[in-house]
């Protein structure tokens, strides 16, 4: 009986260890492990073939490619993307990507085009192309694709443009590397029905003109560095849809917004750079404002900002300012008055003050704005220090919104004690029903 029951307890633990042996992902469907595939590098998706007979042809069929050519072996690296395409089933690639950094010697760009197309001809829906030579015309013409990045830079592309250009893309991403060349105004100017676009990187040493013509573009994000201040781009945006603006490091850039007309958020940031280091920076950043001041939300980060700048902000609900070597209270009052129907407001100074500000006294508009007895709810102000000047802003939008709800104070460095500061906020008047909270960052 004993060496029965024994038998038994031995035959559960092996069956138990050979359970925990099992190989579960190999029991997936196939539909699935092709899915994991997907995410890996194409190498590396490859390499999974010595796992088990069940794998050895998995990644033949695998939706996604991705080629990246960061090894020393060239001849290496066109035999195997070439290999792959040869062996490769005839299902349709979802998503190609394709990074050859630099001019690699001996490098066969009719090869290289031979696999773009061959994507193609796959009804490819995500390209990601890193190149320095010849970007083939089927690329722009393709009906099936959705998504296209290019990452230029480098020596001058042969870019061989039809007159109309990508019939069904929806996002479009261009990452310059300081290329020596002047990027097509195609690429941007023949997006019929692009929705989404991004231009990042960094330039040059040279002047670039982006006319950026897209009839359903809805959201458009720039974030190009600039090299030096003796160069300035130019965008041209014509997008009557254009509902979404992100423009980074734009100190430089002059932007023709007049036909720009469905703008509901705009977040703005303006370089590390003033009027006295830049002559046109003044016109430039009244004209960008005035080009925006249709937006209902504003996200606005500078370093240099006069109240000469602002435009009337008639739709403005809420509006997030973040000042970096400006003083917030000496531009509060004409933003209040300007944003009559403002309703949230943050403003964060990460302005380094010295004693000579701690002292200064708030001079409070003569009436008292709009959107301070009508609409402004919800007030944030970051790196409070609790100075004469700042306790005289608080106290004025305390004793003055009508409708305010809540007060957020954010604080560091202080002037006075906390528990005095706070004693003295107690006798403000303000509304009932408003909140008044101190967070310690």
């Known amino acids: 009986m004993y060496l029965q029951v024994r038998n038994i307890s031995l035959s559960n633990e092996m069956n138990r260890v050979a359970r925990v042996r099992e190989d579960r992902i190999s029991a997936l469907p196939k539909a699935v492990i092709r899915h994991i595939l997907s995410f890996l590098p194409t190498l590396d998706s490859v390499r999974t073939t010595v796992l088990s007979k069940r794998w050895n042809n998995m990644w033949a069929s695998v939706s996604s490619l991705d080629f990246d050519d960061d090894r020393d072996d060239v001849r290496y690296f066109f035999r195997f993307v070439n290999c792959v395409l040869m062996f490769r089933d005839s299902s349709s690639i979802q998503k190609f990507q394709l990074k050859i950094s630099g001019e690699l010697p001996g490098i066969d760009v009719d090869c290289v085009e031979d696999w773009i197309c061959a994507a193609v001809r796959r009804n490819v829906v995500v390209f990601h192309l890193k190149l320095y030579y010849r970007i083939p015309r089927s690329v722009f013409t393709c009906k099936t694709v959705r998504a296209l990045r290019l990452d230029v830079g480098g020596s001058p592309i042969h870019w061989d443009y039809p007159s109309a250009c990508f019939p069904k893309l929806k996002f479009l991403h261009v990452t310059m590397e300081r290329p020596e060349y002047e990027v097509p105004e195609m690429v941007f100017s023949s997006c019929p029905v692009v929705e989404d676009m991004i231009i990042d990187g960094s330039a040059n040493n040279d002047n670039y003109d982006f006319n950026i013509c897209a009839p359903e573009l809805k959201s458009l994000s720039v974030c190009l560095a600039d090299p030096s201040d003796q160069y300035e781009n130019n965008f041209q945006v014509n997008a009557p849809k254009l509902e979404k603006l992100v423009l980074e490091s734009v100190f430089l850039s002059n932007y023709n917004l007049e036909t720009v007309k469905s703008l509901v958020s705009a977040s703005i940031t303006f ?171």
């Not at 404002?289 to 606005?300: E, M, Q, R, W, Y």
């Not at 500078?302 to 009337?312: I, K």
């Not at 007030?379 to 409070?384: A, H, M, S, V």
Request: proline share 4%.
């Open 271 to 441: 370089d590390a750079i003033s009027a006295y280091e830049f002559e046109s920076f003044p016109t430039r950043a009244t004209a960008l404002l005035a080009g925006i001041s249709n937006v209902k939300c504003l996200s606005l980060s500078t370093h240099s900002f006069e109240v000469s700048y602002l435009t009337a902000f008639n739709n403005l609900k809420k509006l997030d300012m973040l000042l970096h070597k400006c003083k917030y209270w000496e531009l509060l009052a004409e933003l209040l008055y300007r944003a009559p129907n403002l309703e949230d407001m943050v403003l964060e100074d990460e302005t380094e003050c010295g004693n000579e500000y701690s002292d200064l006294p708030w001079n409070p508009p003569e009436a008292v704005p709009i959107c301070l007895s009508s609409h402004l709810k919800t007030i944030t102000i970051k790196g409070f220090k609790g100075s004469r000047v700042e306790m005289g802003v608080a106290k004025y939008l305390l004793n003055s919104g009508q409708v305010l709800n809540k007060l957020t104070l954010y604080t560091g460095f202080l002037y006075t004690e906390a528990e005095e500061m706070k004693k003295e906020f107690l006798m403000f008047h303000r509304s009932m029903s408003c909140q008044v909270e101190f967070i310690k960052m």
